[in-house]
C-alpha cells in the first residue's frame, strides 16, 4: 500500500516548526525548525525537504483567537500558506492549531522527565507543534 506523505508547518514570529506525516497511520513527527527571516533561504530549505519527503502536500497551522477569529498571526500565516501552494504546486490545507504549542510544551516535558530530550532541544517546540497540528488535521480531515 503506497502512503501518502504530508508536511505540517507551525509559522511563527521567528521560526517555521517543520513535521512529516502519514496519512494512513495518521501520524506525524516533528522534522526540524527553520528561521522566518525573510528571502530563498527558508524556501531552499523547504525546497530539499520536500525532494527528500515527495508530500502530497502541505498542511500549515493556523493562528486563531481563543474565540476562533483572526488574529494578526492569522494574516502572515494565511500568506505563508498561498506562497507555499504557488511555489510548490501542491495542495495546503490550513488547521486551527489553538492549543498545538500547549500540547507540544507538554509532550517536551513528558520526553525531558523520561531522558528522551535534552534542554537544549527546546527549540524543537516548534517542530512538534507542527507534528501536533499536522495529526490533527489527518484526524479530522477523514485521511
Known amino acids: 500500500m503506497l502512503s501518502v506523505v504530508w508536511l505540517g508547518l507551525d509559522v511563527g514570529s521567528r521560526d517555521l516548526g517543520v513535521a512529516v506525516g502519514n496519512e494512513i497511520t495518521g501520524r506525524a513527527q516533528p522534522l526540524k525548525v527553520l528561521a ?6 527558508r524556501w531552499e530549505a523547504l525546497a530539499q525537504l ?9 498542511v500549515v497551522g493556523l493562528p486563531l483567537s481563543h474565540d476562533g477569529g483572526e488574529q494578526p498571526m492569522s494574516i502572515r500565516a494565511r500568506a505563508f500558506a498561498e506562497e507555499l501552494g504557488t511555489r510548490f504546486c501542491k495542495p495546503v490545507a490550513l488547521q486551527d492549531e489553538r492549543g498545538s504549542t500547549q500540547v507540544a510544551r507538554r509532550q517536551f516535558a513528558a520526553s525531558r522527565a523520561n531522558g528522551s530530550a535534552r534542554r537544549k532541544q527546546v527549540g524543537s517546540i516548534d517542530a512538534l507543534a507542527a507534528a501536533v497540528i499536522l495529526e490533527d488535521y489527518l484526524a479530522t480531515a477523514g485521511h
Open 36 to 41: 522566518m527571516e525573510p528571502g530563498e533561504q
Open 50 to 58: 520536500v525532494r527528500e519527503w515527495a508530500p502530497s502536500g502541505f
